[in-house]
Structures are given as C-alpha cells and as structure tokens.
C-alpha cells in the first residue's frame, strides 16, 4: 500500500512541490552560464561563428551575417535574465524556441551526413579552448552527442518556465504577490483569492439579526 501510494498523483505533486526551487535555481545558473559562454565565444571571434552558420548550408548567403551578428547578443540577453531571474517564463520560451532551432540544425546535418564542421556553439579560442567546454561544444564534427545535449538543455528551460519564479530573482522582488498561500497550494498563475461563498441560511440568518437589532433601536 506505502508503494502505491509514493507513486499516486498526490504523492507526484508534493515531490514536484519540494524539487521546484531547487531545481529552477538550478536549471537557471546551468543554462545562464551556457549561453553566457556562448555569447563571449561568439562575440569575441564573429568570423568563426559567420563561418560556422555558413557550413551548415541551411540559410542564404545574404542572412549568413545578420544571423551571426545577432544571435550572440541575444544568447547574452537569455544568459542576463536567466542569471539574475527576470522575465523567467518569456525567456524560457524564446531558449526553447532557439535550442529547438538549433537541434533541427544539426538533426539535418546528421541526416545529410554533412558533419564535418563543429556544431558552432563555442568557439575554438579563449573560453572555447578550455576542456570542459570543448567537451560541451562535441568536439570538431557533428555527433548525435549534441541532439542529446541541446535535448537536455531543452529539459532544463522547461524546468524553469513550470519552475519558481520568485525565489533568488528581480522577478520575485518586483512581482511576488503581496500574500502568497501556503508552499503545497500555491500556484504562480494564482495570484487572486476567491471569496468564500456564503450560505444561504447564514445571510438569512445575518438579515434577521439585523432587523431585530433595528427594532430594539425604534423600541
């Protein structure tokens, strides 16, 4: 009976309770430092990323340089809010929305078996050059590693739109409701109470009261 009940939808619920936090911090400082590096590597070596777009031969040569241009400071924008918790669920959503892009990128890489080239997400200099972001970038070629990798990434963003937004962040300075519930009922979309129904035969009761009162008053 204790095993069944660990797996009900309540038990479910109460462990996604406790985990939420923990979890979104997590997934925030994890995802911001990613895309964090990814910006610097990006910035800092624009030609290298320009020559990484162009060899996946997916965009015309003539966007090849806008993309480059500005995905690097929008990666450093998503990396900001992410880190200091602003703008969680919207930021989350456009990190799906990129991850997404790029996993397709190198899904049809993959299948063209055009793979010769790094997945372009870190550059080779600098930053890029340490091993434990090397080991993050996949190496030289294209590997089912990085669908893996940008599949997690994917998991992690979506921690973090279901996840806590007010706890460590901007957002829950600025936007915490004034009277949270309590920890196991409270719902971020929640922010409004209801009024308590009133029964029937308590406002009819609370009617007679009120006229006995005024009429002891005119007695």
Known sequence: MSDLN?????????????????????????????????????????GAFRDSVAAYQLFPRDLITPFATALPWLEALIALYLTVGLFLRPTAIVTVALLVLFTGAIAISLARGNTGHSCGCFGDSGIGSLAPVQWLAGGATITPFDVVRDLAFILLAAAIYWGDRYTLSVEGLLFRPAAPLDDESYDDDDETVMPVPVAPAARTGARMRGAASAQRGRE
């Open 6 to 46: 660990r797996g009900s939808p309540n038990s479910l619920v109460t462990a996604w309770t406790r985990a939420r936090t923990p979890l979104t911090l997590v997934s925030r400082l994890l995802l911001g430092l990613v895309f964090a590096l990814s910006a610097i590597t990006k910035i800092t070596a624009p």
